[in-house]
């Protein structure tokens, strides 16, 4: 293995053209960096790459074997820690090839045939988003798995409900809760159809244009899981960004749901609403303010949207392309890779923060007052034949002597989806069946 | 009927409260305007709403039967451009429930029970949704068609391939059509996916909290298409904008691509390139330069991506909310309604311009030149045994007197995807079972 | 003057060439009434170029006289609503060009020497959008001045002070307002330097490439009351959606700014905070719930920041192009005019809404609690001597017995900047520098 | 000094409250490494804030002393990388304090004396900011200046000029760069007023509503010499964010106008094209195709635009909050220092590169062709008084044995700003002007 100090040569230099080290820092970027997040992918395709290989005589079994082993052997190093790309190479790609040829001599020299570092970038990160998508998913249901509980068992536990941050019906903790829970049910699903969507091989594709090689990519196709091949391979360049829009717009439901509820419960523990609490380590203090206990993680899971939202602008300012590979593409790796390492991280933290949440039904009764019946006695005025658009003009004023508590206008909240029949099951075979159904 | 000057009086006005002409200016905004749109779902809906009504005994058989024919008779008059929605009326809601009320008196005032604007305008803008999507989805279809017709016929037809915009490898016009025939059939996948994923009843939801009415949602979902319900009554709220951000997101895939699409076009048609020709129609001159015709369509295509990004960037701009209506929310109408009108408008003229592309196959060929066949060279030094790297190296400058033409190398391109081999019935294959999926 | 039904014909015309309505719809758009707006400035520019045509003799006095006085005829029909743009012409350009022909023949054949309608639409553009940001910036010194007179009035009105929507130190209504009057004062002055900078006349660079007569470029620059010339000829279209971009900038800080105060009267006007009250002409009532009065054009405001970030994405995703003129830029002008539309509409309510803000003091007292003493506590110990960090722990817990009034925190607060020592007077001072400065 | 392995205190820590180190990580995020390039301007501001106490009688003359030495002393342990920020420390602000107690005991205990960390976070971004704004408009100059002098030098080197990438009149190479000039120009000048606007001091405001002591607010204005006080202390929280946007709306300007720029150079290096070439260390290899030399810096300059434009977006997401400090905000500092990373880098490879390109005069005259010539034609018939619109159709064909050179065509064209009347001295003394200024 080359020592520190060695810097691997690129593999299109050609003797006698100069090379400036200021440019090329600019050219490569961080790619070193991000590339350790593909490393593993690239690893595992170009293990499928090389038996492709294989199977059309491009490499004796003997050859396939030494590749497979060699590969094999970098990826445990790299589990492990003992294998870091560093600033020695271009980026991965070149990382492996050099690692072969060291360790494999002319053997290693095959492994690029009949393929490009644009087919190793798209099939690694194909194979990594199918991975975060899956996770994203999981987290998903997670979180409204919690919240499916905690709606089950707090349905009439009373609760002002607001529109437009002004007190309007009785609602209940329960149905707090199922909104959530259907919430990120559809956010899981999101991730499970944009992951199916994204779910096609790439790879064997070259630089866009196919080789002159009977590349066997249906064995690639199979052998890393996808469920489909990307036919094209002009398709294959022009779906570089495609994807990786759709994972981030994924990704922003799920944020975009956080950043609801995150408002919610930064508005719940204020001084003003007193709704709940939280475990002192979601909480930090004040340099200055020695009174002060700030709910800054709530804040935080609140601000995460904005990252993915940033990635997704700056990846789609690169796309304004004619079609074909340009090496603007190369920077839709950085927004990708951080967005979900900051999304996935922050969504990762939420089933735990709302198991731990804590209510204060005293502060939630109190906030409920006799206007929020309004609606109820409307309805009920119109039940008994009053033309609603009538029993509105009736309903704003309560009768003398009426007495209404929250508890009985939970019970009578009769319509589907409301406290007295929240058909919670039917959102539970929703979170089953798409469990059930597998990666 | 209200004559022009008469001002419809607001649902929820009530006496003594001054109301400011500048102020209500500002808050109706375009809302009678873009309820044009949506009027005809809303009336759609609303007959639902009336009949599930009538199943839980709110109204009388007669009650639903007169309801139904007037609503049915606005929607004739709506389609006839009899009725329009105007400054009369705060919006598309209250307006419909004047005229029930000027037409059927106390029946009329009784369509409002147990349902709220909100539910009004959740459940119209979903089932516009649904009928935007599926509209995206079959302009994709029939862009991925044409493109797929012309692949299968033109895939020998040589023509440069570029990475950076430079010449790489020779590529043919059907590989060239079958990239982005596979990239609108994904497109239209995607509407497909997007569309199951919205395809969920709110109505019944009321103001996000239910009534104490035990209203028949399972029937007005199965009245209005839905292929399910959505449950909870807080969750429809918290819908807002997430559905219609996915929509978006749908939309722009098919528009980025038709960006990348148009800037071939761009190029293609300039007298650097001189790939190919437009029919006239599709041109303009200046008001200035004598001597030009420009390919003002192909541009304006090309821009329209913009239109659905800043509808995007509006919505999302909105989301920063606790949960709960907010009347922030309306302002997520115009932008929606804006980028489907245009997106859809642009998607439209394709197909034909599509069909109408004439090639000129002499510029094409003439761009091929002979280092575009370094890659062929080397990948057949490979398959001779020489290690790919090593090939590389060689393959950079021709044996002497090589002779090689376009044709000979697409003959050669083997590769699953590519011009020998490109597999088209696979994509057509996937097309026909979208089709036949149906709605 | 042509009938509705005549079209007019288009200025590039040629024989024989097939004209599609279709496409022409999707080409011309809404620029017809985009232009509208725009027509004003164009028959002002028109003005100055006639005029600067006379001066290099490619008109005669007569000539110059007879196209004036027709522009100016054209001004006043438009003013008062007799000549509206409609889809008989392309655009508000030829529009222009044609009623000059039709009303002087040969002489209004001879407006458009030397110019193109890139030349027009230019610097129509640059003409709106300097009386655009002049008028932003009078907006938002308005609302400085309505706030700054507050802060003057309301100094020593106790009110919570909050960081992370906890309650963190005493602060005023003063101090509020005066927080709001700085910021209003900086949007006004960001409006005023991106005037400044955008004040340059790109009049006279014809298509981008200028043309063989010697306009007198100087001689329109001061006519039309610019401060510069813009003087490349091709830079002039390179700053087609520059200027744009930077105007929606400044907007955008003043509606971010609406943004956040809108917020904090959203809670202020919520029974859980109570600290305020708006009159009923700025809140609305709901279909459904006979109980509510909602604070909607709070709201309103409050999403204004919306349709500005909107068209600036939209504009952004334009730009992504080569040098010279593309059609692609035609799309920057709907976005433009909306976001101004909307948004000076918006700021425009502002200063009359915070006039009628009526504060609840009681509230505002009652939210005060005694924690809140803790950091003017600790700085007192800190002035005896106590190490600040020793003595942050120490002040977290009141000494025994100890009273502390708002009142007296306020008095105390000296830091430069803070209730006992606002300094008004240095915002004062420089917001009527600004506007002692005219436009 | 504490070792590697001891974690420091946290600032706000109490006895008895468990810290999650998950959670702390998430909250901590990349702060620490963030705060390295804020760390110089913090410790800055922290020399200004001692003396500033020393003023008003906090320290004495002694304590002043003993911690700016140890803070310079820190300063230079920073700049010679002897003092690295890292993960012992929640953020740089605590690692201050906390050295300085190392060292000072006592006396370091009082550096936070009336301030907050907000404080410090606030005014050592404003002083970054004020530096890199600085750098941008320098970098803009440069850039200026470069494409002024080429201007100068090459303003009769006949190049074709395009609209619509259509071939539309002749121009030069002279007048391509005079546009690129008069561009960067404007884009150092926005940069210097968005530097004007956002030069004010906040520090002092503490959390944004002052303290109970004197603060010398205007001697630490001067002293780290900014040009004027941030006045309101609760406007100084209202402004995070604002200015950010705003360096970033400057930043953007010179981002656009170089993806603009680099758009030009990747057709002009294009084979098609052919119009220039650049020094080999500007480009790349492919590692699959022998044949290629890829101008990879320029596909890169031309996305760095994305970089901004997420950053943009990022930050603009956080600003819907009510006000006061949340804390949503930190997340503002990450795009920010990425945004201006990034993008200086790339306008620092900018000089060098333009300086080094060299035209290919042969291809660019051979891709004027007689078409070109009409406008001249129209406008010397216009001239010679033939009404334009009627000058316009006689002159799309040329007069039988017409001879035009693309020379003389430039040699004639006389409006201010085209090639034969650059007016380049009005370019130049902008730019010297702007320079005199100083910073």
Same mark, same amino acid.
């Given at each position: ?23 090329? @820092? ?9 590339? @350790?997040?593909? +490393? ?6 170009? @293990? ?51 690692? +072969? ?122 052998? +890393? ?151 109820? @006695? ?48 039917? +959102? ?12």
């Amino acid at each position: 293995m080359q020592t520190e100090d060695t810097k691997a040569p690129l593999l299109w230099q050609k003797q006698g053209v100069e090379v400036d080290p200021e440019i090329q @820092r600019f050219l490569a970027g961080e790619d070193v960096v991000l590339d @350790r997040e593909l +490393l593993p992918w690239d690893l595992m395709a170009s @293990r499928a790459h090389a038996e492709g290989l294989g199977r059309i005589g491009l490499l004796t079994e003997a050859e396939v074997a030494a590749l497979c082993a060699e590969l094999d052997r970098v990826a445990e190093e790299v589990a492990q820690g003992r294998f870091v790309l560093d600033a020695r190479f271009e980026d991965g790609h070149s990382a492996i090839e050099a690692r +072969l040829i060291e360790a494999l001599g002319d053997t290693g020299r095959k492994i690029h045939t009949g393929r490009s570092r644009n087919d190793q970038v798209l099939v690694a990160t194909r194979l990594w988003l199918r991975d975060r998508l899956q996770r994203l998913q999981a987290l998903c249901a997670a979180i409204a798995r919690v919240a499916l509980r905690r709606a089950g068992s707090e349905m009439q536990l009373p609760m002002p409900g607001y529109t437009h941050l002004q007190r309007a019906m009785v609602s209940s903790a329960g149905m707090w809760w199922a909104g959530w829970a259907e919430a990120f049910l559809d956010d899981a699903e999101l991730a499970r159809a944009s992951r199916a969507w994204a779910d096609a091989n790439p790879l064997g594709s070259a630089s866009g244009f196919g080789v002159n090689l009977p590349l066997d990519r249906d064995y690639t196709t199979t052998a +890393l899981g996808f469920s489909r091949l990307q036919v094209s391979a002009t398709y294959a360049q022009l779906s570089r960004g495609k994807f990786e829009l759709q994972a981030l717009a994924a990704l922003a439901q799920a944020l975009l749901d956080l950043r609801r509820l995150a408002w919610d419960l930064s508005l719940f523990l204020s001084a003003e609403y007193g709704f709940c609490r939280l475990p002192a380590r979601y909480t930090t203090g004040s340099s200055l303010m020695p009174n002060k206990r700030n709910p800054d993680l709530v804040e935080l899971l609140r601000a995460s949207y904005g990252v993915v939202a940033g990635a997704h602008s700056e990846i789609e300012a690169l796309l304004a392309l004619p079609s074909g590979y340009h090496r603007d593409l190369q920077f839709s790796k950085a927004p990708l890779l951080r967005a979900f390492g900051h999304g996935l991280a922050a969504l990762a933290l939420v089933p735990a923060l709302l198991e731990s949440l804590e209510w204060l039904p005293e502060a939630m009764r109190a906030a409920i007052d006799p206007g929020m019946y309004a609606t109820d @006695r409307a309805m009920e005025l119109a039940r008994s034949g009053v033309p609603f658009r009538q029993a509105y003009q009736l309903a704003a004023t309560p009768a003398p002597g009426e007495q209404r508590s929250p508890e009985a206008s939970l019970a009578d909240r009769c319509s589907p989806g409301a406290a007295a029949r929240p058909l919670l099951d039917r +959102l539970e075979a929703r979170l089953d069946g798409m469990e059930g159904q597998g990666p």
